[in-house]
């Protein structure tokens, strides 16, 4: 079995959808996914569910834990849509075979951010790291992962560029002022499919492992 972990239903609401003989189980799904046994927890924003975990990994017995959703990109080369393994959060193995398979867009050092980053954060951790993304949950994940000794993937899709902010509403779910609202709508449409193509990779990487 496989555990897919992300941080909120709503990143994992396509991959749900095509989960064959799906049954709700602990706070998430259960089912088929490419032939493979799957289970899908979630540990919220920042990984503040991150405790439970554990009793999941207890009571499934997980090959390994496929850690996805969305980052923030610190690379000017990478644009929303790219699927990039995280090589600090993921064990060294399994992300070789990964790598060898078309699969994946780039590869690199992810960095924890506490809080959604801005675009000045992400220069920054551009000039100053050899990061080539930022997100929330990732590390708390691993260490999950390291204290179990759960083999682990980290995979996530670039939601927004480099020189890009995420909008207030998606941060602190406030109504967008009047200048904002035609971003939020863009960014939410963009959101509604790369959920799908996060689907499809996800798919691809259970089927290869």
């Not at 779910?173 to 996800?202: N, Q, V, W, Y």
Request: hydrophobic fraction near 45%; charged fraction near 25%.
């Amino acid at each position: 079995m496989f555990l897919l972990v992300f941080a909120l239903p709503e990143e994992a609401r396509v991959v749900r959808r095509r989960l064959r003989h799906a049954k709700s189980d602990g706070g998430g799904w259960r089912g088929v996914l490419a032939d493979r046994k799957v289970a899908i927890r979630f540990v919220g924003i920042g990984a503040t569910a991150a405790d439970k975990l554990e009793p999941a990994l207890l009571e499934l017995k997980p090959r390994l834990i496929l850690s996805s959703g969305f980052a923030g990109s610190t690379r000017s080369l990478l644009e929303p849509g790219d699927f990039v393994l995280a090589t600090n959060y993921s064990t060294a193995k399994l992300g070789a075979q990964l790598m060898q398979q078309k699969i994946i867009d780039a590869a690199g050092v992810f960095t924890h951010v506490a809080a959604v980053a801005s675009v000045e954060d992400k220069w920054a951790l551009n000039r100053s790291q050899k990061s080539v993304a930022v997100d929330m949950e990732s590390e708390s994940i691993a260490r999950v992962c390291c204290r179990t000794n759960t083999p682990l993937l980290t995979v996530r899709m670039i939601s927004d560029g480099i020189n890009e902010t995420i909008p207030e509403i998606f941060v602190r779910k406030k109504a967008p002022r009047a200048g904002e609202l035609a971003e939020a709508i863009h960014f939410a449409s963009r959101m509604l499919r790369l959920t799908c193509k996060l689907a499809d990779r996800l798919e691809s990487v259970v089927s290869v492992l």
